[in-house]
Each structure stands twice: as structure tokens, then as C-alpha cells.
């Protein structure tokens, strides 16, 4: 049975730390749709900023840091598309460019890792 933890254990830091990119972006997201001075938007934000960095702390204890926080960049990667999609805003080349080779740069590391 050990056996096959090790493999979830091993998928488990890098997967909390895209959760962790991913609150990072939905915080800042609900920070910059927030109508005015809102206590509620800006407490809602700060729970989903903190929900990430408690994913981060959990990955730290699943990862090798070498691996895990070059994966933490994917928060550009995740700002982009929601740029994109919720805030309709326009994307230039050389960023699209840019998140490209944040993703390959991921991948690599991510398959290159133990």
C-alpha cells in the first residue's frame, strides 16, 4: 500500500501549488472587481489569497523547491487568461510569447524533476 502513496505524494506538491497560483489570481481578481471601498469584496479576496498560501505551505511538504516554485509562475500564466476571458482585455504577442515559455519552461522542469 506504501507503494502507491508515494506516486499521490509526489502529484500532490505541484498540484497545491497551481491551486496555490490559481487563489493568488482569484484574490487579485476580487480586489480589482471590487465596487469602491467593499469590506466584504476585500475580506473575500484576502480568504482566497490566504487559501493559496496555505496550498503553498502544504506543497513545500510534498515538492522539492527547485520544481515547486518555478510552478508558482503559472500565476502569470492564470492572470493572462483571466485578462482575456473575464476582463476582456487585449493580449499582446510578445505576452503571449511570454506566457508560452513560462509554460514550457514548467513542463520541462516539471518532467525533469525526481
Do not use: D
Not at 493580449?91 to 509554460?103: H, R
Amino acid at each position: 500500500m506504501n507503494q502507491q502513496i508515494k506516486p499521490i505524494k509526489k502529484q500532490l506538491g505541484p498540484l497545491l501549488m497551481l491551486l496555490c497560483a490559481a487563489c493568488v489570481c482569484l484574490g487579485q481578481l476580487v480586489w480589482k472587481l471590487m465596487p469602491g471601498y467593499n469590506p466584504i469584496y476585500l475580506l473575500g479576496g484576502y480568504a482566497i489569497y490566504a487559501a493559496g498560501a496555505l496550498s503553498m505551505i502544504f506543497a513545500y511538504r510534498y515538492g522539492e523547491l527547485s520544481v515547486l516554485q518555478p510552478i508558482n509562475s503559472m500565476s502569470f500564466v492564470f492572470s493572462t487568461i483571466i485578462a482575456l476571458f473575464i476582463l476582456h482585455e487585449k493580449i499582446p504577442v510578445l505576452n503571449i510569447v511570454g506566457i508560452t515559455l513560462i509554460i514550457t519552461g514548467v513542463v520541462v522542469i516539471g518532467a525533469n524533476s525526481r
